[in-house]
């Protein structure tokens, strides 16, 4: 059983695909193990992308992720970083699979409605940055 972060972006919070997001979650295999809805502040989306802050790109990253409020949820389940990612698809919608939430529900590059952790290591940092060990259920 492993864990991964995901967020549903301003972009797809925005247009009421929540519901649909979750749910390509759990069709997959995956359990919402913790969520919530929040809107993050500029210092909080700078310090959860600090890795992409040399990239050309980091400013408007940041700028799009406090745009409106997301959604955070810690999903489970076998392989559920590397599941997560799959069903997420290609970080450039353009690029992404048929049938995969970024194809389905992303606009461009910028608003591309989703996060997920990329790694075992990531994982555990952004699950612990945005929830306490009591806020996520044992499954
Ligand atoms: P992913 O979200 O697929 O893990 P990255 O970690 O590489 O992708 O990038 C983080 C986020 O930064 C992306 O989801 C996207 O919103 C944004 N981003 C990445 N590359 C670019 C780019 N070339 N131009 C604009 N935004 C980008
Ligand atoms: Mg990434």
Known sequence: ???????IKPDAFAKKHV???LSRFESNGLTIVAAKVKHLTKDEAEEFYAVHKDRA??????????SGP????VL??????KKNREVMGDTDPQKAASGTI????AENIDANAVHGSD???????EID????PDEIISI
């Open 129 to 132: 940055y945005f929830f306490n």
């Open 76 to 81: 489970a389940g076998e392989d559920a970083i």
């Open 1 to 7: 059983m492993e864990h991964t972060l995901s967020i």
């Open 102 to 105: 970024r194809a389905d529900f």
């Open 19 to 21: 519901g649909e997001i």
């Open 70 to 73: 997301v959604m955070v949820q």
């Open 119 to 125: 790694g075992p290591e990531t994982a555990k940092t």
């Open 57 to 66: 790109f980091f400013n408007d990253l940041v700028s799009f992720m406090i």
